[in-house]
């Protein structure tokens, strides 16, 4: 899909009549600008409204920045020749990136379920019609949780292609591309920096941020089949612990369980975007520096996430990535822990 260096809401506003069935009969953009600013100020409240559901976690950012993040990653992942949407099908994926979070005003438990409140506020700008509005929040919903009866894979039970009076739809591809875009959208934006490191930040979520503070971008690279994942660890995050829910875990082993999830949601979209979106494997940078010298220090870590040998559920990122094995040690939190405290000594 040519964007022409513009992500998905430029391209929508500029896109041509006649790349609309008998031409253009709907402003779609002109819809989604409406959405949008209706829930802007909705946006600013998400991370309040949960954090009084919750008052012991403090939700990483969910507002309009983060809503930036999904739809920039969502325009780098359908740039590939073989994704070819549609222009309902844009501007339906963007109003599903717009509400697919604002449930969380209502508490983080079920979130992706609870934004059907808001939609019904916003009824005559977003889903102008029953369809419309079921297609939107069928798609936003299938972004996480369960189905009622456990089961994750909630995209499944969305339709292949759906008619509509604007062309065909396909809420499969539109779920995952959703999906996907979210798992890669938890980057240093999102992250309270200031209050994590002056020990404001709730135990229990202290990790998120932690995480969510040293991930410094996504690139994709479609020529070679690839996402290009790079993290900055400072020397100080390898020494300690962060909360995480009810324990305390290092921050290196938190890294690699969130790179084994962006794997796994990986394996589990490509099911659904194959055909459109081909992404092989994750390629890992993680270099660490001292804040206080302002410089590297230990051996910067490159590793490709991808299938290897026979699938297993019980693969490891050590199993995946054997580069982070020396010696017949792992490179794992407590390694690091290790190497600063022999460094500071």
């Known amino acids: ?35 949008k600013e209706h829930l802007k100020p909705i946006h600013e409240e998400v991370v309040h409204g949960a954090n009084l559901k919750d008052p012991e976690m403090f939700l990483n950012d ?3 920045k983060h809503i930036e993040t999904v739809i920039s990653r969502a325009s780098y992942l359908v740039a590939t020749d073989d994704c070819n949407l549609t222009p ?31 939609m019904k506020e916003a009824r005559a700008i977003c889903g102008r019609d029953t369809i419309e ?62 209050l994590l490191r002056t020990g404001k930040i709730p135990k229990k979520s202290e990790v998120f941020h932690a995480y969510a503070h040293c991930l410094q971008s996504v690139k994709f690279e479609h020529s070679d089949a690839q996402i290009k994942v790079t993290f900055s660890v400072p020397d100080i995050f390898l020494s300690r612990k962060f909360g995480k829910l009810d324990e305390e875990v290092f921050l290196m082993d938190e890294i690699y369980e969130r790179l084994m999830k962006m794997y796994y949601e990986k394996r589990y979209c490509m099911r659904f975007m194959k055909k459109n ?10 270099q660490f520096y001292s804040e206080e010298e302002i410089c590297e220090i230990h051996d910067k870590l490159v590793f490709d996430i991808r299938d290897r040998g026979y699938p297993s559920d019980t693969s ?28 500071n000594n």
């Not at 501007?91 to 808001?118: A, M, P, T, W």
């Not at 979106?277 to 993680?286: E, F, G, L, M, T």
């Not at 580069?323 to 290790?338: I, K, T, V, W």
């Open 62 to 64: 969910h507002g309009e």
């Open 316 to 343: 490891s990122i050590y199993i995946l990535c054997p580069e982070l094995s020396r010696n017949n040690s792992r490179l794992d939190g407590e390694y690091f822990n290790s190497l600063s405290i022999k460094q």
């Open 88 to 118: 309902y099908e844009v501007y339906l994926l963007l109003c599903c990136i717009q509400i697919h979070d604002i449930g969380n005003i209502f508490g983080r438990y079920n979130h992706e379920k609870n934004s059907v409140e808001i």
């Open 1 to 35: 899909m040519d964007l022409g260096n513009k992500n998905l809401e430029e391209w929508l506003k500029n896109v041509e009549p006649n790349m609309f069935p008998q031409g253009k009969i709907e402003d779609h953009y002109t819809h989604y600008k409406k959405l």
């Open 277 to 286: 979106i081909d992404i092989d494997r994750i390629r890992v940078h993680i």
């Open 133 to 194: 509005a079921m297609t939107i929040r069928s798609i936003a919903e299938a972004h996480g949780g369960k189905l009622e009866n456990g089961n994750k894979d909630k995209i499944s039970s969305l339709s292949k292609v759906v008619d509509t009076m604007y062309g065909d739809i396909r809420p499969r591809l539109l779920a995952s591309i959703l999906r996907f875009a979210d798992e890669l959208a938890d980057d240093k934006t999102r992250a309270s920096s200031t």
